[in-house]
C-alpha cells in the first residue's frame, strides 16, 4: 500500500494530504452536514488527466471515492470515510468562446468566479447560477435553479457541453453531438455517472436585472405569498422567501427579481404593494445583477460552522386553485411555528418555480420535476449533535404532512436534499438514468449521492 501511494505521488502531480499533515482539517471541514466523515486522503487534481490518475489508484487501493467544489450539500457528500476526496479547487480554468455565446468553467470555479470573469470580459453578460456565490459546480449536476431560471431555464437546460471522466478514467466530451445518451443523463444525474471537470455555459443579457432582498416581519408571510401568487403567470418575475430565526427574532428574508423590459418605475409601482407589508429592509432596485448574486454571502459567512442540517423538499401544482394554495400557506405556517426551539437557525422556503422550467419536457433530460409550480424546503440547521435524532424525526414528519396536502407532489429539488428514494426525484426517468449508470459506472464507484441503481444492479454490486 505505502509502495503504491508512493508511486502515486509521483504519477499525480496535483496536491495530496494525508490525515496527520498540515491542510487535512481544513479540506476536510464543511460548513454544513449531518455527517462527518475523515477521508483517507484529500488529492488535488489540476486537470482531467489528473482526475483519471487519482480514480485509478482509488480504485487500485480499494478506496472508496467522494468529489468535492463548493461543499455546500448537506447531505455531506462532499467527503467519504477512510476514502479519497478528489477535491476540484484547484480546476479553475475559464475562457469565453464569443462566437457560441458560452463561458467555458473548470469545475473548481465557484459561481462568484465565473459571474467576475464574464463580468470583465463582456460586461452585462452571465450564466444562469445560483445565488450563493460561493456555491459550486455540484449545484449544476442536479438542475440548478437561479434568478434567471424562470425566464431562461435551470442550469442544465443552458449547458452546451460538459467534460466527463468516467470511473474506468476515460475523458470525454458530452454534448447533443457527442455522447448523446450521456448528454441526457448528466443534465439532471451528473453526479452518479462521473467526475464533471468542466461546464460549457450559455450566457445571457443581465442589463434588464432589477431586484434585491427584502426583510419582513414573520406576520406578513400569508400576505407576501398571495402577493406573489397573483404574480405567478409573469415568467420574468423570480421569487424566494425564507422563514428564518434570526437574533432579532423570527423573520420572511425574500430574494426578489424582475427581467422584463418595463421601465424601472413601472417595476417599482408592481412591487410596490410590498412596501405596505412594513418591510424592515427593502433593498429593491438597489443592485445590479453581479452585486444581487453576491448578497447572500454575508448570511452564510456570518454562521457558526460547522452546522447540522437535515434538508428536504416537497412541490406544488394546480396554484389556481386560490383556496388550496392558502391552505398550504397555513399548513406550511403551522410547521413552522412547531420547529423545536432547539433548533437556533431555522429556515424554511418558498420558490416561485415554472415559467421557462417547465417548457422543457420531462423526458427531455435526467431531471423529472418539470410541472413544479412552487418549491418548498424544510431546512433545519442546528450545533449540537445530541439533537440530531430529534430535528431528523420531525423534518421527515413535517415533509410527510405537507406531501399530504392536495396540491403538493413528492418530487423535490435534489439540490435540497438527498435523504430521500430516487424515484422521488427521477420518476418516469429513473429506468433510463439506470440503464446508463449500469453502463458507464458499473461497479457504482461514484456513490456518494442518490443511488439510481436498478434493485437487480445494486444487487450485483458487492457491498450494496
Known sequence: MEASLEAF?????????????????????????????????????????????ALRYAQEAGLPISVRSGGHAASGQALVDKGMTIHVGDMKGLSINRERGTVRAQAGCLFSDIDKFTHAELGSKAAVLGFADTVGSGYALYGGFGSMSRKHGLCIDNLVSVELVTADGRILNVSETENPDLWWAVRGGGATLGIVTAFEHRLFDVSTFYGGSIILPENRFHEYNRFIH?????????SINYLMRTPQGPVVFIFLAHWGSQSRAEKEALFAPIQKMAPMQYTVGQYDYFQFQGIFAPIWHSLPSPRRAYWTSGSLKGLENEAGFNSFLDAYFEVWKSVPPSVVMAVMNIELYGGAIRNVPRQATAYWPRETEMLFGLMPTWLDPAIDAEVVAFTRKAKAHLSSHPLAMPEGYLNFSMHEEAEVYYGGNLERLSAIKAQIDPKNIFHRCVDVRSKQGKKAVSGA
Open 230 to 238: 397573483q404574480l405567478r403567470h409573469d415568467n420574468d418575475l423570480v
Open 9 to 53: 505521488k509521483r504519477r499525480f502531480g496535483g496536491r495530496i494530504v494525508l490525515p496527520a499533515e498540515a491542510g487535512y482539517e481544513k479540506a476536510t471541514k464543511l460548513d454544513i452536514s449531518l455527517e462527518s466523515a475523515r477521508p483517507a486522503m484529500v488529492v488535488w487534481p489540476r486537470n482531467p488527466e489528473e482526475v483519471a490518475e
